[in-house]
């Protein structure tokens, strides 16, 4: 069974790091591009940052500079280090998996498998 896990998650302070994982099971990525996305109370679900499967990278202009996009060699786990985290960066994080681009990574609808989210909250 094809499958996306996500873990990491927790309240951090603000300026504060964490780092999220998505493991894939069932499946490995050199095929496949793997985006995170999150989602704030009230907002609608925004991509975050993206890896093709040749390992190029995409950020929201929100995050760049702070946040880091990652996989490891053996292409089942994709990070993503979130570093100088402001409290504009509450959300539930999802990763998801398309085909091998990363071109138009925001749109939800070209994800064919979804994690269950993570919970990150950034809060004196």
């Known amino acids: 069974q094809l499958q996306l896990v996500e873990s990491g998650g927790g309240l951090v302070q603000p300026g504060g790091s964490l780092r999220l994982s998505c493991a894939a099971s069932?499946?490995?990525?050199?095929?496949?591009?793997i985006g995170w996305f999150r989602q704030a109370p009230g907002k609608e679900r925004e991509g975050v940052s993206c890896?093709?499967?040749?390992?190029?990278?995409n950020y929201a202009d929100s995050v760049k500079g702070r946040f880091t996009i990652s996989r490891d060699n053996a292409k089942t786990t994709v990070y993503l280090q979130m570093n100088s985290l402001k409290p504009e960066d509450t959300a539930v994080y999802y990763c998801?998996?398309?085909?091998?681009?990363?071109?138009?990574?925001?749109?939800?609808?070209?994800?064919?498998?979804w994690g269950q989210g993570t919970q990150v909250t950034v809060s004196s």
């Open positions: 069932g499946f490995t990525l050199d095929y496949h591009a």
């Open positions: 998801a998996a398309r085909g091998y681009s990363c071109s138009d990574y925001g749109r939800i609808s070209d994800y064919h498998y």
């Open positions: 890896i093709s499967s040749g390992g190029s990278t």
